[in-house]
């Protein structure tokens, strides 16, 4: 069974002979290589160059053997293709060019040049495919609309998340509008990924936790339905929905295929709340990574205890990979997933 293989067959719910593996987000900027490109070229000229970003995303995997890569782009490029482009502040931080404050900022976003706008992203997917052949996954991405709604509103990087929430109660109308158009965006962006070759889709709604559960399912859900509606048949879905710890059931939107939950939940007791057609993936504290190994072959193993007898399981961390992560971390990480279906094989794991 090729990684390939093995990824997808876990996001239907078929056995497979190890949990699939890949590192959310990011996996590469602990990588000295990354970081010498990062030294010659700024991050936006990395995600906009295909050879580039092709390079980033196949880093990972040639290091560590991941079963998926992940295309190396930002959840805000959907904003920047629509017409709200984006920097990156020198305090930190990301600083939109304008905020969407009127009805005229909303025009302004425009769907129909997504295409063309955001054509690095096949060419970079196309470049990737090529060298992947058929042995490795790969897995393109967007932001859910509702964060980038957020980011739309508050003009970039916020301490407070409070736009979104306040449009939504005071003009529904403008809010709605403003959705309406991330949600086209966030569509076409997915298409021309799956057209391109991706193996999967993930949405990242990063700002999930920001609304309770019930502003989130009224607010955010739709919307998120509406983008998974229009992908799904054609590539599994993933949805992750950072901080979100309401009714699981809500994210199982017609057409997802894959939950993907965060560090905060026990993995097992959430899994056991799903249907056994819905793969879950996750969930590892991502600030493991930043520890000795020891520490990270003893967080890993206690969660593949915990979900070995689940076909429909895909082993990732809870959020993207931390800027401090140790390499060797990363390495004990991947040698303790492959080596677990081995221990199982052997009778040798105990209680």
Same mark, same amino acid.
């Given at each position: 069974?090729?990684?390939?293989?093995?990824?997808?067959?876990?996001?239907?719910?078929?056995?497979?002979?190890?949990?699939?593996?890949? +590192?959310?987000?990011?996996?590469?900027?602990?990588? !000295?290589?990354?970081?010498? *490109?990062?030294?010659?070229?700024?991050?936006?000229?990395?995600?906009?160059?295909?050879?580039?970003?092709?390079?980033?995303?196949?880093?990972? /995997? @040639?290091? =560590?053997? =991941?079963? $998926?890569?992940?295309?190396? %782009?930002?959840?805000?490029?959907?904003?920047?293709?629509?017409?709200?482009?984006?920097?990156? @502040?020198?305090?930190?931080?990301? #600083?939109?060019?304008?905020?969407?404050?009127? #009805?005229?900022?909303?025009?302004?976003?425009?769907?129909?040049?997504?295409?063309?706008?955001?054509?690095?992203?096949?060419?970079?997917?196309?470049?990737?495919?090529?060298?992947?052949?058929?042995?490795?996954? +790969?897995?393109?991405?967007?932001?859910?609309?509702?964060?980038?709604?957020?980011? $739309?509103?508050?003009?970039? %990087?916020?301490?407070?998340?409070?736009?979104?929430? @306040?449009?939504?109660?005071?003009?529904?109308?403008?809010?709605?509008?403003?959705?309406?158009? *991330?949600?086209?965006? /966030?569509?076409?962006?997915? @298409?021309?990924?799956?057209?391109?070759?991706?193996?999967?889709?993930?949405?990242?709604?990063?700002?999930?936790?920001?609304?309770?559960?019930?502003?989130?399912?009224?607010?955010?859900?739709?919307? *998120?339905?509406?983008?998974?509606?229009?992908?799904?048949?054609?590539?599994?879905?993933?949805?992750?929905?950072?901080?979100?710890?309401? &009714?699981?059931?809500?994210?199982?939107?017609?057409?997802?295929? /894959?939950?993907?939950?965060?560090?905060?939940?026990?993995?097992?007791?959430? &899994?056991?709340?799903?249907? !056994?057609?819905?793969?879950?993936?996750?969930? +590892?504290? !991502?600030?493991?990574?930043?520890? $000795?190994?020891?520490?990270?072959?003893?967080? #890993?193993?206690?969660?593949?205890?915990?979900?070995?007898?689940? !076909?429909?399981?895909?082993?990732?961390?809870?959020?993207?990979?931390?800027?401090? $992560?140790? *390499?060797?971390?990363?390495? #004990?990480?991947?040698?303790?997933?492959?080596?677990?279906?081995?221990?199982?094989?052997?009778?040798?794991?105990?209680?």
């Amino acid at each position: 069974m090729t990684a390939r293989e093995r990824f997808l067959a876990a996001c239907h719910c078929q056995p497979v002979d190890r949990p699939p593996v890949w +590192l959310m987000r990011q996996a590469g900027r602990a990588l !000295p290589e990354y970081r010498e *490109l990062r030294r010659r070229h700024s991050f936006l000229d990395l995600v906009r160059t295909p050879e580039l970003a092709a390079e980033v995303t196949l880093q990972p /995997v @040639r290091r =560590f053997g =991941f079963d $998926a890569a992940i295309l190396f %782009s930002d959840i805000l490029v959907v904003n920047d293709g629509l017409g709200q482009g984006y920097r990156f @502040r020198e305090e930190g931080g990301i #600083a939109m060019d304008f905020a969407v404050e009127t #009805a005229r900022h909303v025009e302004r976003l425009d769907p129909g040049r997504v295409r063309e706008r955001l054509a690095y992203l096949p060419d970079a997917i196309r470049r990737v495919r090529q060298q992947l052949g058929d042995q490795t996954a +790969l897995l393109g991405f967007a932001g859910a609309p509702w964060t980038l709604a957020n980011f $739309a509103l508050e003009g970039g %990087s916020a301490d407070a998340w409070v736009q979104a929430k @306040r449009l939504w109660w005071e003009d529904r109308a403008l809010y709605e509008a403003l959705m309406e158009r *991330l949600t086209q965006g /966030v569509i076409e962006s997915l @298409r021309m990924q799956i057209e391109a070759g991706v193996d999967a889709v993930q949405l990242f709604d990063s700002l999930a936790g920001e609304a309770g559960p019930k502003l989130y399912a009224e607010a955010a859900l739709p919307w *998120l339905g509406r983008v998974v509606e229009a992908v799904a048949g054609r590539v599994p879905v993933i949805v992750f929905a950072r901080g979100y710890h309401g &009714a699981w059931s809500r994210l199982l939107l017609p057409g997802v295929s /894959v939950l993907g939950l965060d560090w905060q939940v026990e993995l097992s007791d959430v &899994a056991a709340e799903l249907p !056994p057609t819905t793969a879950v993936q996750g969930n +590892l504290d !991502p600030f493991v990574l930043t520890l $000795a190994p020891e520490v990270v072959r003893s967080e #890993a193993t206690r969660l593949l205890r915990g979900m070995h007898e689940r !076909p429909g399981w895909i082993f990732n961390l809870g959020h993207g990979v931390p800027p401090g $992560a140790r *390499l060797d971390a990363i390495q #004990a990480l991947m040698d303790t997933v492959r080596g677990f279906a081995a221990t199982v094989g052997a009778g040798r794991l105990s209680s």
